[in-house]
């Protein structure tokens, strides 16, 4: 009876060993796909922040010289662009933290919930924000070649449909990340 039961105990062990190392082998799963959607957030956002900060001579070059639009339009681009690059930048410092995905998941959960919620709440600001700047754009550009012209209308509708269908894009494949990290997160705390 004595060696049943001991060999009982020597098979529990091994069994939450095997377990343990299953646990661990999980946790390091988790917090390498967090890590990887964690990254490519910081470089959608590299690259917004990039091709911000590129529009600013372009937008020169393109709206004032090429174009002959107002400098006060150019001026216009160049805060937006700015603000778009600040907030990439205050938006992911929490996500640039190389201690992020190595500390308690419950406060990476926060972290990141919090920045998914800026994320959305930016359309809030980017939009409006987008509309105005394309309707003055727009109106410089009927001042400017009249707005009896056959191309500027459709050139402007097919423009604010790509920039719009493309932004949303970015913005929802963003979002979906975010999902993903928070997901990951509350699977890994059931489990445990």
Known sequence: MDF????MRQQMAKLKNKLDNQMIVNDRFIRRSIKNSV???N????????IAL?????GYW???????????LWLATCVMMLAVVGFCFFNGRDLRDSK???????????????????DNNWLYIGIPMALCWGAW????????????????VPCCIVGLVAGALIGLRVHFRTQQHYRDIIEQIEDAEETE
Do not use: C, H
Request: zero cysteines; glycine letters at 4%.
């Open 137 to 152: 754009a727009i109106w410089e550009m009927a001042q400017k070649t009249g707005i009896e012209s056959d191309y500027l």
């Open 100 to 118: 992020l995905v190595e500390g308690n998941l419950q406060e990476t959960m926060r972290k990141v919930a919090k920045a998914k919620k800026r």
């Open 4 to 7: 049943e039961l001991d060999e």
């Open 62 to 72: 393109a709206f004032v010289k090429l174009n002959g639009l107002s400098i006060w």
């Open 54 to 58: 590129a529009m600013i001579p372009y």
């Open 39 to 41: 990254s490519t957030i």
């Open 43 to 50: 470089k959608r956002y590299l690259v917004i922040s990039l």
